[in-house]
T-cell receptor, first 116, second 119 residues
Framework: SAVISQKPSRDICQRGTSLTIQCQVDSQVTMMFWYRQQPGQSLTLIAT?????????ESGFVIDKFPISRPNLTFSTLTVSNMSPEDSSIYLCSVGNVRGVTDTQYFGPGTRLTVL | AQTVTQSQPEMSVQEAETVTLSCTYDTSESDYYLFWYKQPPSRQMILVIRQEAYKQQNATENRFSVNFQKAAKSFSLKISDSQLGDAAMYFC????????????????FGQGTILTVHP
């Protein structure tokens, strides 16, 4: 597996502000993903973070709201922009293709975001 | 589009007993992967077990095993000798097999089943 860290682990933000969440992996990985888990719900993929190119967004998620950076093979950021209370969720990054194991994704500890 | 359904919002089991969590899925693909993830209150998603659809043999990891019925599109998780530390939300997930070499693709999750373990 991989050691994945996320910062911050939790935050409380005001409506209209933005928060950038960082995801760091202890090894180079080809695939990085960002998921959202709304309270009491399952996980939904926001986007795939591609190294050296723009992220690929799922239906219902747009770059202006959730800009993503992937500057190298061990790091990615997700920004939640112009936040509203509906953005209160746990945001998780996950990685795939860890040390040649291509079919399994491993998850970071998540960032719990509360928007007031 | 692929869908994953977990019909049991909550399950409970006595410590040391066996419990089975249900999962069904819908796909038109013949090659794919199925996973069970565990999410304790710490919210860390932990991989429990994985199954490749092209393998007929059911996957096993210590006290965890699956009953994979490809024709019925069913993928249940059996937890034997349940322990207090097994209490968590369990998610079933599907991933399409990519033939592109990089094997990348999104996970589609079920709604989750909350498992309570009674001492």
């Amino acid at each position: 597996s991989a050691v994945i860290s996320q910062k911050p682990s939790r935050d409380i933000c005001q409506r209209g502000t933005s928060l950038t969440i960082q995801c760091q992996v202890d090894s180079q990985v080809t695939m990085m993903f960002w998921y959202r888990q709304q309270p009491g719900q399952s996980l939904t993929l926001i986007a795939t973070a591609n190294q050296g190119s723009e992220a690929t967004y799922e239906s219902g998620f747009v770059i202006d709201k959730f800009p993503i950076s992937r500057p190298n093979l061990t790091f990615s950021t997700l920004t939640v922009s112009n936040m509203s209370p509906e953005d209160s969720s746990i945001y998780l990054c996950s990685v795939g293709n860890v040390r040649g194991v291509t079919d399994t994704q491993y998850f970071g500890p998540g960032t719990r975001l509360t928007v007031l | 589009a692929q869908t994953v359904t977990q019909s049991q919002p909550e399950m409970s089991v006595q410590e040391a007993e066996t419990v089975t969590l249900s999962c069904t899925y819908d796909t038109s693909e013949s090659d794919y992967y199925l996973f069970w993830y565990k999410q304790p209150p710490s919210r860390q998603m932990i991989l429990v077990i994985r199954q490749e659809a092209y393998k007929q043999q059911n996957a096993t990891e210590n006290r965890f095993s699956v009953n994979f019925q490809k024709a019925a599109k069913s993928f249940s998780l059996k937890i034997s000798d349940s322990q207090l530390g097994d209490a968590a939300m369990y998610f079933c997930a599907y991933r399409m097999f990519s033939r592109g070499g990089t094997s990348y693709g999104k996970l589609t999750f079920g709604q989750g089943t909350i498992l309570t373990v009674h001492p």
